[in-house]
């Protein structure tokens, strides 16, 4: 299937419950296991040298699916992946090295450039971003980005945006877990 937003998963158009506009995804996690899920899977997924940026409010679950890209990471239990809010920067062993970075007590992209943290954006690891707005202008481009949205109970959205190097994986994501896509969002 031709892929001009760059999001596009094969087989699967608008009416088969893929949100596809301008390259972006949304997808439904009713619950803190689907959240598990879906990281855990991407985890599973990353190559060297990834980017996924998250974004969303305070207690949208940022930190919560970065634990979940560790585990898919193979990131050992004992390394638990905690906020980095306070360090900005946390590595950790994995299949791949994961750089686990929270920009929220960073004010702009002169400060990150200036701490020379933009050497994380191109690694042979995975790297993790929280509040990615900070570093606006000088993120790689080449970066899946995920904005998580909290209705108010256990559910998450997720909208996703996703560059050409993720767009096969993604696919293959969610032909291997069609229930994420927003096909399964109950009827309010
Ligand atoms: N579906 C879900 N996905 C992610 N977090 C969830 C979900 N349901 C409940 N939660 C809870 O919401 C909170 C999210 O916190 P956290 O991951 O620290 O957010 P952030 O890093 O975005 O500030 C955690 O207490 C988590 O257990
Ligand atoms: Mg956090």
């Known amino acids: 299937m031709e892929s001009e937003t760059g999001c596009q998963l094969p087989g699967m158009d608008k009416g088969d419950g893929v949100s596809d506009m301008g390259g972006q995804i949304s997808i439904y996690l009713?619950?803190?296991?689907?959240?598990?899920l879906f990281g855990c899977e991407l985890g599973k997924l990353a190559l060297p040298g990834d980017v996924i940026c998250l974004d969303?409010?305070?207690g949208a679950g940022k930190t919560t699916l970065t634990q979940a890209i560790a585990q898919g990471l193979q990131v050992p239990d004992s390394e638990y992946v905690t906020s980095p809010s306070f360090a900005v920067l946390h590595q950790y062993p994995g299949r791949i090295p994961l750089y686990h970075m929270d920009f929220y007590r960073l004010h702009d992209a002169a400060e990150i450039?200036?701490?020379g943290?933009?050497?994380?954006?191109?690694l042979s690891g995975l790297t993790v971003i929280e509040w990615p707005i900070r570093a606006a202008g000088i993120l790689p481009a080449h970066r899946l980005d995920l904005t998580l949205e909290n209705p108010g109970d256990d559910s998450r959205i997720i909208r996703c945006t996703c560059p050409p190097e993720w767009e096969a994986r993604l696919a293959v994501l969610?032909?291997?877990h069609p229930g994420l896509l927003?096909?399964?969002?109950?009827e309010h």
């Open 182 to 186: 927003p096909a399964s969002t109950p």
């Open 56 to 58: 969303g409010d305070l």
């Open 113 to 115: 450039l200036d701490l």
């Open 30 to 36: 009713k619950n803190l296991e689907e959240t598990r």
């Open 117 to 122: 943290l933009d050497e994380y954006f191109s």
């Open 174 to 176: 969610f032909s291997q």
